[in-house]
């Protein structure tokens, strides 16, 4: 039976107190917190969607200026906000060394000068060419159900609360990125569900959304590509799904496909994140060497 509307807001709420409350978050306190109350987060992710234009610095002196604040946890609740507005690490670039590149992605960051919806493009670029839903996709389907790629390529799958890291392969681990909250993705369409699909960056956050080309590729490929649930017959990709979220805590509401929240057009095309769906359906045709025979769930 679908989920109700209760469990998809539980779910919710329960990812909203994984970013906010941390269990790494229980060391002492030595500094002023950056903010207090959750109604200061709220008023952080107001602000954004009031002036998406506005810097990250502009920002910090607006919502982060009071109080004696380190610059480290300035930084850290400029994250947070982020994170619980649009599910993105604006500051995902300063995890990894200078020049870091990972399958042709390099890990973006919210600069100090620079527009937030302007950041938001460059963290999730549109690819070059876009790839027809209804032609170029037949292929994806039927090759990249991921219980296939787990059993014949020994591709594993791990959860990202990061958007930006969909479908991102790492060749070192054979590990896969899957943005898996499809309860927030399907709550953000449905605020746009009114909304032109190509609605921009910059009008997006205005409703406090991520643009809807994106949500619907990333919940499409979700139901669509790797764990067509609702489709698949043999009942191998709710199998495995099921493994993913018993074990690594993908969320719970992903087993139920329930559609897009909003019609897809016939001439649908993925703008984001085509790229990283032939990468994927390269290792299929032309399969890396593969050292270790190890069981990879």
């Not at 229980?26 to 506005?54: C, M, W, Y």
């Not at 500051?91 to 200078?98: G, L, Q, T, V």
């Not at 390529?153 to 930006?164: A, C, E, S, Y």
């Not at 018993?246 to 016939?266: A, Q, V």
Request: include cysteine.
């Amino acid at each position: 039976m679908p989920y109700s509307e209760d469990q998809r807001n539980l779910a919710i709420i329960s990812l909203y107190t994984s970013i906010t409350c941390p269990s790494s978050s229980a060391s002492i306190q030595i500094d002023n917190p950056a903010f207090n109350t959750h109604t200061d987060i709220v008023g952080g992710v107001k602000e954004l969607q009031l002036d998406p234009r506005i810097t990250r610095e502009e920002f910090l002196s607006v919502k982060l200026s009071q109080g004696n604040v380190s610059v480290r946890d300035k930084d850290d609740a400029t994250r947070t906000i982020v994170r619980v507005a649009l599910m993105l690490d604006c500051s995902m670039k300063d995890k990894y060394s200078e020049g870091f590149e990972i399958s042709g992605y390099t890990p973006a960051r919210w600069e100090p000068d620079e527009p937030f919806d302007s950041s938001l493009q460059r963290a999730v670029p549109k690819t070059f060419k876009p790839y027809n839903r209804a032609s170029e996709f037949e292929v994806f389907k039927k090759e990249l159900k991921a219980w296939k790629l787990k059993k014949r390529h020994n591709l594993r799958f791990r959860p990202t609360d990061n958007i930006m890291e969909h479908l991102l392969y790492d060749p070192q681990s054979r590990t896969v990125k899957v943005f898996h909250h499809t309860s927030y993705l399907k709550a953000h369409l449905a605020r746009s569900a009114q909304q032109p699909i190509d609605m921009d960056a910059h009008s997006s956050l205005k409703l406090g959304t991520l643009p809807p080309q994106l949500l619907l590729e990333t919940l499409d490929s979700f139901h669509y590509i790797l764990f067509p649930v609702s489709l698949d017959r043999s009942g191998k990709s709710q199998k495995l799904l099921n493994k993913l979220i018993s074990e690594y805590d993908f969320d719970p509401n992903s087993k139920w496909d329930e559609g897009h929240i909003r019609p897809l057009p016939e001439d649908f095309a993925y703008h984001y994140w085509g790229d990283r769906l032939a990468q994927l359906h390269a290792i299929v045709k032309n399969p890396p060497p593969n050292k270790w025979r190890d069981v990879l769930v």
